[in-house]
């Protein structure tokens, strides 16, 4: 997960009709900048991102209750990251929607991750050793949709790209998207465990589906030209993945030229050497 640079002052926003999107800065001093949103319809509200611990979670479910008395009726996890997906036990027995992806990604990776936190941060050790990692209880492979009564909500699959479950989130009668990690505004994306390559593509097939919302997994919400500007960055740095990968240019080059800071651009190239070597895609950052 890359550095987040915003400090912001929570609280719902409407980016929709009944479509809601509250923005947290941090937590213990790390800068998430990171989003939740809500979707209401005529039978609940449709969660979207569940948040990095049961106790924030417990705090998104009460900031819910601002907004509504109808129960949760569904969550959505738009990719395996724990920031997005370690509060998902608190909203059980809510059906749980990710990729089909997603939950062997969660079980798979969670305990190194959680073994990295308290080891750079042992005074997380009481929030975060009562987390049980809960995966999806329903998934999708290209598509899914959500019924909420009055209104439908779409999930995507699109591609690989911040990671190999990603899903994007539509509410077509809103024109609301809500891209996940696939997007990121006020900060550079991350290619922790990345597909550089695919993710220009991923994000290509994207911005049909941008309408005057278009939501980041983190930072402000934007609309089309946001998620258009950040296609043209992506199809940058998946281009000069491929010249260094094939010695066209060398990596100070390929820095220079980047749209994003050195060491995210190093990442990113190293990720590009992975997937068009077709190597084993290494550990979750």
Do not use: K
Request: charged share 25%; glycine share 8%; with cysteine.
């Amino acid at each position: 997960m890359a550095a987040r640079r915003s400090r912001v002052t929570s609280s719902w926003h409407e980016v929709g009709d009944r479509v809601f999107v509250r923005r947290y800065s941090d937590w213990h001093g790390e800068p998430f900048d990171q989003n939740a949103g809500v979707v209401l319809g005529a039978d609940g509200a449709l969660v979207i991102d569940t948040r990095a611990s049961h106790r924030l979670a417990d705090v998104l479910i009460a900031e819910v209750r601002e907004l509504t008395s109808l129960p949760i009726a569904a969550v959505v996890n738009t990719h395996h990251h724990w920031d997005h997906s370690w509060g998902n036990a608190r909203f059980l027995p809510a059906p749980i929607w990710g990729h089909v992806r997603c939950g062997p990604r969660m079980l798979e990776r969670s305990p190194r991750i959680l073994e990295r936190i308290l080891a750079d941060e042992p005074g997380l050790a009481e929030e975060l050793q009562e987390v049980v990692v809960t995966p999806p209880t329903r998934t999708i492979d290209e598509s899914g949709t959500i019924d909420l009564g009055d209104r439908q909500v779409e999930l995507r699959y699109l591609g690989r790209g911040h990671t190999d479950n990603d899903i994007v989130v539509i509410v077509p009668d809103a024109r609301v998207l809500f891209a996940g990690d696939l997007l990121e505004n006020n900060a550079s994306p991350s290619f922790g465990d990345a597909y550089p390559i695919a993710w220009a593509d991923t994000v290509a097939r994207l911005l049909p589906l941008a309408g005057d919302a278009v939501v980041p997994g983190h930072g402000s919400v934007g609309g089309r030209p946001f998620a258009e500007r950040q296609a043209g960055e992506f199809a940058l740095i998946a281009q000069l993945g491929r010249d260094v990968v094939s010695g066209a240019i060398g990596e100070d080059e390929a820095t220079s030229r980047s749209p994003f800071p050195a060491d995210v651009t190093a990442i990113a190239v190293e990720r590009a050497r992975l997937e068009l070597a077709e190597e084993p895609i290494g550990r979750h950052a």
